[in-house]
């Protein structure tokens, strides 16, 4: 039987805690304690993983228990959660205690627990990660080997732009070209299109195909941080720079040198953040917080953004001299619903993917739920596509995944001209009853497919008769695609 890692939560408010380890009980082996005497009592006698606390508690603050913590647990991972967003607080915590993530309350169930997942996972490769530390020591030269081999397989996974599936006429093999071209050469590159997109896996081709493959590829998503901690984060800083910087600390592009930095979101920076990152890309150095001595870097920057950066240039939310200094080359990242030739092959990869990280097998998905996603206009793009798997091979107690298992908005397949209003087929053109007619026929079509086409079942919920139910189904052309196993990778290019 499989271990829960475990949680110790520590809130001096009986409800807030009662409400958490109802809803993460089934997820960790939660441990509670409404002060931090108890709290150290626990850790004493248990093996925690992660420690969920408190900001604001009467007998000291989150940070401070976090800072003993700290000392004396240093590989618990580090969590605060809090309904308040002072920035000192904040400051305080990322440098004094090292947490790892600060919630602000109100929190959602299922952003938490992934939360939570992904700190334990942190704890589980810290731990990997010293069992490395002391494979190295023993035998240097074969851990070197094998991480350059790791390091050349992981090239060879986006040599000319692959990595990026799709079919041989789709319109991403314009991109992936694009992509192969500009790779070699030593400019910034600015890469747009709607989240979800894969502006990240572009990224990433870029590096692996340039000269700098072998140093560093970091990301930051500048949207994630005010401007003074992004600018801690991104140049560094120095003892006393700003409350809470107890200690020089090395920034993102310092770290990065003579690799490749991606800032994620770059239309969300701040007019005066967008001045200290043209002087990066103008001559190539920065200057940490606190420090008055510039340090040179070489660094290649990509950008990206779901905003359109030549409009909030013209409407002065922009720089012009830093979006002319971005966009030597413009990759434009089409959206799913533009490549819906490319959703088959896309499915079955991401599939394979899905069941590998739940460790579940299944044989594909049946011609029909293919059909239903190919229909609908993915808003959330791939990684929409990604979760709506992941919630079928879940779902599904048989070995091909069949539409029934896909969510309503994807069977009722909106077009994406109607996405911010009812999913409703009938605002088609057309008379009063051509209108009531299409949406008869998508409610038919949908109650179908969720029953897996029982007639019975779909005329006692629609309150039919069957000989009703058939007339209509012939009256509007309503037949069952028949189920077949795909294979699990049908198809798939680069």
Not at 290 to 306: E, F, M
Request: glycine share 6%.
């Amino acid at each position: 039987m499989k271990t829960l890692p475990t949680l110790l939560i520590v809130d001096d408010e009986v409800r807030s805690l009662e409400s958490l380890q109802r809803i993460l009980d089934d997820d960790f082996d939660v441990q509670t304690a409404t002060n931090t005497r108890d709290a150290e009592a626990i850790l004493a006698r248990e093996w925690v993983q992660v420690i969920l606390c408190d900001q604001r508690m009467p007998e000291e603050s989150g940070v401070e228990f976090l800072c003993r913590v700290r000392e004396h647990w240093p590989d618990i991972i580090r969590m605060i959660i809090s309904g308040y967003s002072d920035s000192t607080d904040i400051i305080s915590a990322l440098n004094e205690a090292g947490v790892y993530q600060y919630i602000i309350k109100p929190w959602l169930p299922d952003q938490l627990i992934l939360t939570l997942n992904n700190a334990v996972r942190l704890f589980q490769l810290q731990h990997e990660n010293e069992l490395l530390s002391i494979e190295l020591k023993a035998l240097p030269q074969h851990v070197e080997q094998g991480l350059a081999e790791k390091r050349a397989a992981l090239r060879n996974g986006y040599r000319g732009g692959d990595g990026i599936v799709r079919t041989s006429s789709s319109c991403m093999n314009q991109v992936c070209e694009k992509i192969h071209r500009v790779a070699p050469y030593d400019i910034s590159v600015l890469i747009t299109g709607e989240s979800g997109t894969g502006k990240e896996l572009a990224a990433r081709a870029l590096h692996y195909n340039s000269l700098r493959w072998e140093k560093p590829f970091v990301v930051e998503n500048c949207a994630a941080l005010p401007d003074e901690l992004l600018e801690s984060e991104l140049f560094g800083c120095k003892q006393g720079a700003f409350t809470g910087a107890i200690e020089d600390r090395m920034g993102l592009f310092e770290r990065a040198n003579g690799g490749t930095v991606l800032l994620d979101e770059i239309g969300e920076v701040s007019p005066a953040f967008q001045v200290k990152l043209l002087r990066v890309l103008q001559e190539g150095e920065i200057r940490p917080l606190g420090s008055g001595r510039t340090r040179k870097v070489d660094i290649r920057v990509i950008a990206s953004t779901n905003r359109d950066l030549e409009a909030e240039v013209r409407a002065g939310r922009f720089r012009e001299d830093l979006y002319y200094r971005l966009t030597p080359v413009t990759i434009q990242m089409p959206a799913l619903r533009e490549r819906t030739e490319d959703i088959p092959v896309l499915a079955n990869a991401l599939l394979v993917s899905a069941m590998q990280a739940l460790g579940k097998q299944v044989d594909g998905f049946s011609d029909e739920a293919l059909a239903c996603m190919q229909a609908y206009h993915w808003p959330g793009n791939v990684r929409e596509l990604q979760n709506e798997i992941q919630h079928m091979l879940v779902m599904s107690d048989e070995r091909v995944l069949g539409a029934e298992l896909l969510s309503p908005r994807v069977l009722r397949a909106a077009p994406a001209e109607d996405e911010g209003q009812l999913d409703l087929q009938a605002s088609l053109d057309g008379t009063l009853k051509e209108r009531i007619e299409s949406l008869e026929a998508m409610i038919l079509r949908e109650c179908l497919i969720r029953h897996r086409w029982n007639k019975s079942r779909a005329a006692k919920e629609l309150g039919l008769s069957r000989v009703g139910l058939r007339s209509k189904l012939e009256r509007y052309g309503l037949e069952k695609i028949e189920r077949i196993d795909p294979p699990a990778s049908r198809g798939a290019a680069g």
